[in-house]
T-cell receptor, first 108, second 116 residues
Framework: SQQGEEDPQALSIQEGENATMNCSYK?????LQWYRQNSGRGLVHLIL?????REKHSGRLRVTLDTSKKSSSLLITASRAADTASYFC????????FGKGTRLHILP | GAVVSQHPSWVICKSGTSVKIECRSL??????MFWYRQFPKQSLMLMAT?????????EQGVEKDKFLINHASLTLSTLTVTSAHPEDSSFYIC????????????FGSGTQLSVL
C-alpha cells in the first residue's frame, strides 16, 4: 500500500512563481525523499531529508519535514518551464514507498 | 552521477509471448535493484526487490511465476514478463541502490510494454 500522498494532485502556475507541493505519510520513517519524473521517463532524485532534520535546501529547492504531523513540503522557487514534471515523495522505513505524485505544469 | 541503463525503452508484443527487460548499473555496483510498475498518471507500485545472488522478494499480489526476476551480477537485473497479456501493458521502471548505501535510488528510463 502507498505510504505517502502528495497534495495537490495537479498544479499549474506561471513561470517565475513559486511552487509548493505537500506530502503526508502514515507511519514513522527513516528519511523522506523527493523525486522528479518527466513524462514517460524514469525518476530523478532531488533531495533527501532525514527524520531528525527539519529543513534542507538544494539550489532552488527547499524541503521541510514535520515528523509530528507526518508531513513534508517541497518548494520550488522562481519556477521555470523546465520544471514541468511530476514530483513524488518517497518514504523509507523498511523499503522505499512512493506517493501518488503532483503533476506540476509551469505556464510560460 | 550514477547511471542506470534500462533496455528496451519500449516493446510491442503479441499476447502469449514473453518479454525480457534489462536493468544495468553502468558505473556502480548495485546489491539491490527494484522493479516498479506505473500506470498513466499514477504512482510507482513496487513489484519486487531483487538482490544479487538470491531470490527476489515479491510484493503482495505480484505473481512471481509471471514476473521472473534474475539478479545474476552486481550490475544486472532482468525482469521477464512471461506469457504476456494486454492487462500487463504498462510502464515498467527499475531502480538500483549502490553498495555505498547512501539511500538514494538511481532509476532507469523505463520500458513501455504494449501487449496486443
Amino acid at each position: 500500500s502507498q505510504q505517502g500522498e502528495e497534495d495537490p494532485q495537479a498544479l499549474s502556475i506561471q513561470e517565475g512563481e513559486n511552487a509548493t507541493m505537500n506530502c503526508s505519510y502514515k507511519t514513522s520513517i527513516n528519511n523522506l525523499q523527493w523525486y522528479r519524473q518527466n513524462s514517460g521517463r524514469g525518476l530523478v532524485h532531488l533531495i533527501l531529508i532525514r527524520s531528525n532534520e527539519r529543513e534542507k535546501h538544494s539550489g532552488r529547492l527547499r524541503v521541510t519535514l514535520d515528523t509530528s504531523k507526518k508531513s513534508s513540503s517541497l518548494l520550488i522557487t522562481a519556477s521555470r518551464a523546465a520544471d514541468t514534471a511530476s514530483y513524488f515523495c518517497a518514504t523509507d522505513r523498511d523499503k522505499i514507498i512512493f506517493g501518488k505524485g503532483t503533476r506540476l505544469h509551469i505556464l510560460p | 552521477g550514477a547511471v542506470v541503463s534500462q533496455h528496451p525503452s519500449w516493446v510491442i508484443c503479441k499476447s502469449g509471448t514473453s518479454v525480457k527487460i534489462e536493468c544495468r548499473s553502468l558505473d556502480f555496483q548495485a546489491t539491490t535493484m527494484f522493479w516498479y510498475r506505473q500506470f498513466p498518471k499514477q504512482s510507482l507500485m513496487l513489484m519486487a526487490t531483487s538482490n544479487e545472488g538470491s531470490k527476489a522478494t515479491y510484493e503482495q499480489g505480484v505473481e512471481k511465476d509471471k514476473f521472473l526476476i534474475n539478479h545474476a551480477s552486481l550490475t544486472l537485473s532482468t525482469l521477464t514478463v512471461t506469457s504476456a497479456h494486454p492487462e500487463d501493458s504498462s510502464f515498467y521502471i527499475c531502480s538500483a541502490e549502490s553498495l555505498t548505501g547512501n539511500e538514494k535510488l538511481f532509476f532507469g528510463s523505463g520500458t513501455q510494454l504494449s501487449v496486443l
